[in-house]
């Protein structure tokens, strides 16, 4: 399914974050947004799952405004992986992953054998079945995100929305989860997430978003936008981009980022600002 992001305008009642943002994300593709603390992730991403309402603008899936979409068929076609969080209620792993089949239920209808397969099957990729009677509320913040992942993948979305979906894990689960969003791109699922680490950008995204104080800085594939001038721009550090050589004629870009001690961060943020 296509999803059309059109001079969205997006925030809350009472601040305008971003503005002027288009974008088009196809089946199969993988639309990394990056960009510093603060400057609007999430409440994009939030939007355009059709959480937050937009201040201005399109979004549109398959040519279809999202508020115009029945909220059932929504719920079985955008898949979400919030930022990691505690959670209050006592559910195991098991039941929380199994929780992602309930879009596909009847009204007030419970997970059949083959609801249970699919979930079983995620826990086995995700490499989290030995967590399944584990209460949610009690493993660790990468193991819940884990189990986040795992309940959106039992969901069999078209188009999948994770928000900082490594943030907790450790380098081998980083590593899972690309590989995992690979995967469901090669499928033909539309992928947007936000991350911290231009690398994965290069690791597994078609399209990059680079955002700054609510305006899109630039957007591209990897190669030709995460650059030395650009990562300046947006985060306000002066970040080496190189090739790597991961195989036989494979090559790959990664960011290196010098430890200067002077001028500060802080200086050379306000003056990448003024840039
Ligand atoms: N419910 C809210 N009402 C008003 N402002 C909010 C609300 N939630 C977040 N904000 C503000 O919106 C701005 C963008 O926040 P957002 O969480 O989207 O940024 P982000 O890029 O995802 O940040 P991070 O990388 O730190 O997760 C921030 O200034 C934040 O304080």
Redesign the pocket.
């Known amino acids: 399914m296509t999803l059309e992001v059109e001079r969205l305008a997006y925030?809350?009642s009472?601040?305008v974050?971003g503005r002027d943002l288009s974008f088009c994300l196809k089946p199969g593709q993988v639309v990394c947004v990056l960009?510093?603390?603060?400057?609007?992730?999430?409440?994009?991403l939030r939007t355009v799952l059709g959480l937050l309402p937009p201040v201005a603008g399109q979004i549109r899936i398959e040519g279809i405004a999202v508020q115009r979409w029945r909220r059932e068929a929504l719920a079985r076609t955008l898949g979400y992986v919030p930022?990691a969080h505690r959670g209050e209620f006592s559910f195991t792993v098991g039941e929380i992953v199994l929780m992602g089949r309930t879009a596909h239920l009847p009204l007030f209808g419970t997970p059949g054998r083959h609801d249970h397969e699919v979930a079983a099957r995620v826990l086995q990729t995700l490499g989290i079945a030995h967590l399944v009677d584990r209460v949610y509320t009690r493993v660790s913040g990468g193991e819940r995100q884990l189990a986040l992942i795992g309940r959106a993948l039992a969901q069999e979305p078209k188009l999948l929305v994770l928000?900082?979906p490594t943030a907790n894990l450790d380098f081998g689960n980083q590593v899972l989860v690309l590989h995992q969003m690979r995967a469901l791109a090669h499928q033909g699922i539309g992928i947007l997430f936000?991350t911290?680490d231009p690398d994965q950008a290069f690791a597994c995204a078609n399209q990059v978003l680079m955002?700054r104080d609510g305006r899109l800085v630039c957007a591209g594939a990897p190669e030709a936008v995460i650059t030395s001038d650009n990562l300046y721009r947006v985060y306000g550090v002066q970040v080496h981009v190189v090739d790597v050589a991961i195989g036989p004629g494979e090559v790959r870009k990664t960011c290196v980022p010098p430890l200067v001690a002077s001028p500060s961060l802080p200086a050379v943020r306000a003056a990448a600002e003024k840039a």
């Open positions: 925030g809350y009472d601040r974050i960009g510093p603390n603060g400057c609007g992730k999430t409440t994009l930022q928000d900082e936000s911290h955002l």
